[in-house]
């Protein structure tokens, strides 16, 4: 059953390609750039199967200066347009690509917050509200910044790759019986002493959640750093309740600031983005995995701070996460909401995240 414009389920191949990707990597060849992270080429689809031609050629990672040179390839299939790395980090190593990442602090960054902290409350939220609200984003920044959830009734609910905590803490505050998974530790444990809230800690496969558990599960930009997306979606509804909800947010690929930035796009990041997912591929992989009811959109409601963090990268300047910086772009984060919400208004697939909501 659908929900939306990209959940036909007879306009969808379930992924029957899908062990043949699996077999292949079995039989790759290792590749070893001269330091202690492998990966392995990647040529086909991992949700259709088919072809892919190579979209961007020897992009560096600018934001956390994890060595090499990556490529990402676009599947052939229009009805699926899935975008991915290739080579691929294998995933024993791949924890390597995260020694630097930003859940695990240690950049003063908590600090500034706390400073910013001084400027009333009620004053910035009243300058964010009038703001949205010039642009006709204000529901739409409501429902991403509470991941769908808004108007549903409390229960339990699962963050999956919860990172330090930030969206448990806002899901918590909204009345809801809050849980988090990580498969990183040093990020699990920032996650628990900033909200309390009890994280599971490994692969969500090897955790053995019980069964029917979850009201709802949300994956905030998750799906993208995982070797094997399918594997996720179907384990997420395995922990779903009956008639559960599952919403994830990621990268789109089709985005107005991909086509103007290219490889400085904020949402290539190398190599920790595997799959880039499109509407249409985030509804072949809800069919694939056995979901019931699907929709999936874009939205270009949290625009403005992608792009600026890309027109950073294009300087070839290191994209900061912390706060005063995120004030010192605030001229350039404004000009771009604005242009991708004009986009939006033309081609409604040109949202920089894309959306995917299914139901168990």
């Known amino acids: 059953m659908s929900l939306g414009m990209y959940g036909d389920p007879a306009a969808l191949a379930l992924g029957a390609h899908h062990e043949n990707y699996i077999n292949d990597l079995d039989d790759m060849a290792v590749w070893d750039r001269g330091f202690s992270m492998r990966d392995a080429p990647c040529n086909n689809c991992h949700i259709c199967g088919s072809a892919g031609t190579l979209l ?14 990556w490529n990402f390839r676009q599947c052939n299939n229009v009805a699926c347009g899935l975008v991915w790395l290739d080579p691929k980090p294998l995933e024993s190593d791949l924890h390597e690509a995260y020694a630097r990442y930003h859940t695990h602090g240690g950049d003063g960054s908590e600090m500034e917050a706390a400073k910013l902290s001084r400027i009333p409350a009620r004053l910035k939220e009243a300058i964010r509200q009038i703001w949205l609200g010039a642009l006709f984003l204000r529901s739409s920044r409501r429902a991403i910044d509470s ?3 808004e108007n549903m009734t409390p229960g339990r609910v699962l963050d999956v790759g919860c990172g330090a905590g930030h969206m448990m803490a806002r899901l918590k505050n909204m009345g809801w019986h809050v849980e988090g998974q990580e498969v990183d530790p040093v990020a699990a444990e920032q996650a628990r002493r900033m909200s309390g809230i009890t994280v599971h800690v490994g692969n969500l496969a090897q955790l053995a959640l019980p069964a029917d558990s979850y009201d709802a599960i949300v994956m905030n930009h998750v799906i993208e750093h995982v070797h094997e997306p399918l594997m996720l979606l179907q384990q997420c509804r395995r922990l779903l309740k009956p008639a559960g909800v599952l919403a994830a947010t990621t990268p789109n690929p089709r985005s107005f600031g991909h086509a103007k ?15 880039l997912f499109p509407p249409a591929a985030l509804a072949r992989s809800a069919a694939a995995a056995g979901f019931t009811e699907w929709r999936a959109w874009t939205t270009a409601a949290r625009a403005g701070g992608i792009l600026a963090a890309s027109l950073d990268a294009k300087r070839s300047r290191a994209s900061d996460v912390r706060s005063w910086t995120k004030l010192l772009r605030l001229p350039s984060t404004a000009w771009y909401q604005v242009s991708a919400r004009l986009a939006y208004v033309w081609d409604r697939d040109s949202g920089e995240e894309a959306i995917l909501q299914a139901r168990k």
Do not use: I, K, S
């Open 56 to 69: 961007h050629e020897g992009v560096t990672d600018r934001l956390f200066g994890v060595p090499g040179r």
């Open 147 to 149: 991941m769908f959830l």
């Open 261 to 275: 930035f290219q490889e400085a796009w904020r949402g290539l990041e190398v190599p920790r983005h595997l799959h």
